[in-house]
């Protein structure tokens, strides 16, 4: 199937700072990608929508200044938390789906970065 | 608003044990179907998908999923749990209205299997 990664799995920082959450698809290109939130035992937020070569779309009440988003290929998608706060702190899980063949409108997830605020 | 309903949040069974977990969705038009599963320490895996055809989906692991448009349900169904099975499952909906693949998640039922 189609791979999705994420780095890094982990970031801890202090608040203030920002911090940029790379999303690559592996083995496929893919001109739209998720950015998704999870908190614990929780379902799945979407935030926001990641398109190539254009502006992102946010969901409703997720602060685009606050979460930036880059789709600067179509292999790679960025989020960057900027001036983190603590209640930032949780598990971001990215996703993309392959435009042809095998896999075609099924997302894939990346293994999620989690977040710490200090 | 569009939402999808899992009614088990947590469901605890010996191995060997049939398995149904529910997921209604509420949304009047076409939609595709999904369940991921994660495992513990693990990313999303897709275990089966509906788009169109047979309502009854096999997916991998021996899982499968039952599409009645009536209902408006998509319920997963094992017939032999295994321990390896212990995990959080997700009930997914893509509405075809507006946002184009975006997915609709339950909230998830977290699955224990004791041996």
């Known amino acids: 199937g189609a791979v999705v990664s994420q780095h890094p799995s982990r970031v801890i920082c202090k608040s203030g700072t920002s911090v940029k959450i790379e999303c690559r698809s592996l083995?496929?290109?893919?001109?739209?990608m998720f950015w998704y939130r999870q908190f614990p035992k929780k379902s799945l937020m979407l935030m926001a929508t990641?398109?190539?070569?254009?502006?992102?779309?946010?969901e409703q009440g997720v602060e685009k200044d606050k979460f930036l988003i880059n789709h600067a290929s179509l292999t790679l998608s960025t989020l960057t938390v900027t001036s983190a706060h603590p209640e930032d702190s949780s598990f971001y899980i990215c996703?993309?789906?392959?435009?042809?063949?095998?896999?075609?409108?099924?997302?894939?997830f990346g293994p999620g970065t989690r977040l710490l605020v200090l | 608003a569009q939402s999808v309903s899992q009614h088990n949040h947590h469901v605890i069974l010996s191995e060997a044990a049939s398995l149904e977990l529910g997921c209604n969705y509420s949304?009047?038009?076409?939609?595709?179907l999904f369940w991921y599963v994660q495992y513990p320490g693990q990313h999303l895996q897709l275990l089966l998908k509906?788009?169109?055809?047979?309502?009854l989906v096999k997916g991998i692991k021996g899982f499968e999923a039952e599409f009645i448009k009536s209902k408006f349900s998509f319920n997963l169904r094992k017939p032999s749990v295994q321990w390896s099975d212990t995990a959080e499952y997700f009930c997914?909906?893509?509405?075809?209205?507006?946002?184009?693949?975006?997915?609709?998640f339950g909230a998830g039922t977290r699955l224990a299997v004791h041996p």
């Open positions: 996703s993309a789906y392959p435009q042809v063949g095998e896999g075609y409108e099924t997302q894939y």
């Open positions: 083995d496929f290109q893919a001109t739209t």
């Open positions: 990641s398109n190539e070569g254009s502006k992102a779309t946010y």
């Open positions: 949304y009047g038009g076409t939609v595709n």
């Open positions: 509906y788009f169109s055809g047979d309502p």
């Open positions: 997914a909906v893509r509405p075809f209205s507006g946002g184009y693949n975006k997915l609709i």
